[in-house]
Structures are given as C-alpha cells and as structure tokens.
C-alpha cells in the first residue's frame, strides 16, 4: 500500500502540501471573493478539491503513494473508529478545548471568527470540513507519511513525527494543540487497523460531530 520513505522525503512532501494549501486559500481570498464573491464559496470548494486530487495523483505518478482504501477494512476496524471519534469529541471538544481557549483567549478570538465564517455557507463548509479534509488528511498524514516513515523510522518515531506534521498544518493554535492530539489517535488507530479508510472514517466522524455541535445552535457547546 505505502513504500518506505525517508524523513527529509516525507518533510518535503509535507511542506509542499502546506504551499497547496496556501495557494488554494490565497485563490479564494485574492481571486473568487474579487471577481465572483456570490459564487467564492463553491468556486473555493472545487479549487480545494482539484489540489487535493492533482497532489495524490502527482504522489502516485512519483511512485511514492499507492493507497488502497479496501486494505485492512473490518467491522471491528470500523466500529473502532465509530469510537475513536466519540472519544475524539469528548476528549477534545468537552475537556482540552475550553482549557487550551482561557489559555490562549487570542487564539480562541480567531476561532471563533473561523466558525462564523463556517455558518455562512453550511454546505460548502460541511462538504469541506467533514468530507474532503478528513480523505486528504488522513491518505497524506497516516497512508504516506506515517505509514511510509514506519519501515525507516520504527512505529513509535512514525507516529510522532506524523502527529506533530499534522499538527503543523492547522494555523490556529488551539486547533493545532488538539490536532497535535487527535494525530497521535488516529495514528495509533492506524497501526492498530493498518487501514486508511478507518482513519478516514474516525476522522470524517469525529469533524462532523464538531461541526453539528458547533455550527447549529441545536448542537451548540454549553
């Protein structure tokens, strides 16, 4: 499924993922909210999706990547992610996150600003958010680079290594604390399991709870 990668090779993949998605943001900032600011939330959303799938295949065309969703697919895997993201919820979203916010209020200030923007369009943003971030994420973050690092690097400096870059790649501190956590689960999830789409699916599954909690007052956070 992965190949064996060294860490300058995966630290290079990582940081031209991060200019991806610089590029993207940069787009929907400098270009569709300038020119077609009705439509900027769809046009973002399909300029986001055409990255991620241009920088998989460019993976796969380098020989680096070759994901397999079905591999190490159970109904115990499964249900093992079903509970990694409940876990995932409560750990973070119950108990870290409103510790992590009266440290950093500033940060929280920025997340908050992140959630308003989020309840402008529900759909694009859930279709992002709890769709297309949770596929990316996990086939670079634990299919090629924490899966790659295993076989140079050992399970345990893998993991650490794949954490802290996914943690990197969230720009708001406390979200990058909590990612920084949420990586260390989902990559023992997926040491245990040995499959991406497990991970796939504790983390699609974990966002989307968030994002019903956070995002409609119904679900709201007390």
Not at 43 to 52: E, F, G, H, Q, T
Not at 78 to 94: E, H, T, V
Not at 126 to 152: H, K, N, Y
């Amino acid at each position: 499924m992965e190949r064996g990668i060294s860490i300058g090779e995966g630290a290079l993949w990582v940081l031209a993922w991060f200019g991806v998605m610089i590029f993207y943001t940069l787009l929907d900032v400098a270009v569709w909210r300038r020119i077609a600011p009705r439509h900027a939330r769809l046009l973002n959303l399909i300029s986001v999706a055409l990255c991620m799938g241009g920088f998989l295949l460019l993976l796969k065309a380098k020989g680096r990547f070759q994901p397999d969703l079905a591999y190490g697919v159970t109904l115990q895997g499964m249900l093992l992610a079903a509970g990694c993201a409940a876990a995932l919820y409560f750990l973070l979203d119950r108990f870290l996150d409103p510790l992590f916010e009266g440290i950093l209020p500033g940060s929280e200030e920025r997340y908050q600003e992140t959630l308003r923007s989020l309840r402008e369009a529900p759909v694009s943003s859930f279709l992002q958010v709890c769709i297309l971030a949770p596929f990316m994420e996990e086939l670079l973050m634990r299919g090629f680079l924490l899966g790659g690092l295993t076989g140079s690097c050992g399970k345990v400096t893998a993991l650490v290594l794949s954490s802290a870059a996914f943690a990197l790649l969230h720009f708001n501190m406390v979200q990058t604390l909590s990612a920084l956590i949420c990586g260390v689960v989902l990559g023992l999830l997926y040491i245990r399991t040995g499959s991406v789409a497990c991970c796939i699916t504790a983390h699609a599954g974990y966002n989307m709870i968030s994002y019903f909690t956070m995002i409609f007052p119904l679900f709201k956070k007390p």
